[in-house]
């Protein structure tokens, strides 16, 4: 397993801009910390759940198939792929559209926010479940990307304004370091490597 690739795919895609951390952005900035924080604490809790479901599922899946695992190594690489460009090409929005950031606007916007879900589904089953089976390996790398997840959120909120004017003002070179990571990461999950050691 390559932990370089699998955190710098834990850390890009749950630090970079998505419409959870643009909604806690902009509530901080519109109501303060503390209102963030049910926002946060819901979204947090969706998090966790869609981790632990996918390795639940997907470990059913690849015990019973394990030809899935070569499919879901290529459809996670082509996603990360995807990421990298819309990462490259995004622009950070000036103003996050009004939103409730209650604990349960929180946890319900996880199941509908695409970035999530594909990154929930894919994280685990593609780094990980290759090499490790055991339950208590899976449980500590669900705990260890939670973690990463939860803490991106509270950076949002802790660093909001700062992290705003940062993004904006080096905005085209921090979308080219962070879609070359996700590239170095598609490219390590793909297995090409592997096949190209023999």
Not at 3 to 14: G, H, K, Q
Not at 95 to 119: I, W
Not at 128 to 151: C, D, E, N, R
Not at 154 to 171: E, I
Request: net charge positive.
């Amino acid at each position: 397993m390559n932990i370089m690739s699998f955190l710098l795919y834990c850390v890009v895609v749950t630090f970079t801009p998505g419409p959870s951390n643009i909604v806690i952005l902009a509530t901080v900035n519109q109501n303060g910390f503390k209102h963030a924080l049910k926002f946060i604490a819901g979204s947090s809790l969706a998090f966790v759940l869609l981790i632990a479901a996918s390795v639940t599922v997907n470990r059913e899946l690849l015990t019973r198939m394990p030809v899935l695992l070569a499919g879901l190594r290529i459809a996670g690489s082509l996603f990360i792929l995807y990421l990298a460009y819309k990462i490259l090409r995004m622009d950070v929005p000036r103003s996050a559209a009004k939103q409730a950031t209650s604990f349960m606007s929180g946890f319900c916007m996880q199941f509908l926010n695409p970035k999530v879900v594909l990154f929930t589904v894919t994280v685990i089953p593609i780094y990980v479940m290759p090499y490790y089976t055991s339950g208590f390996v899976l449980s500590a790398f669900v705990a260890l990307v939670s973690l990463i997840g939860i803490l991106a959120y509270l950076t949002w909120a802790v660093f909001g304004k700062l992290l705003k004017t940062l993004l904006q003002k080096y905005q085209k070179a921090t979308n080219i370091i962070l879609a070359s990571s996700l590239v170095y990461s598609a490219v390590m999950v793909s297995g090409i490597v592997e096949l190209a050691k023999g």
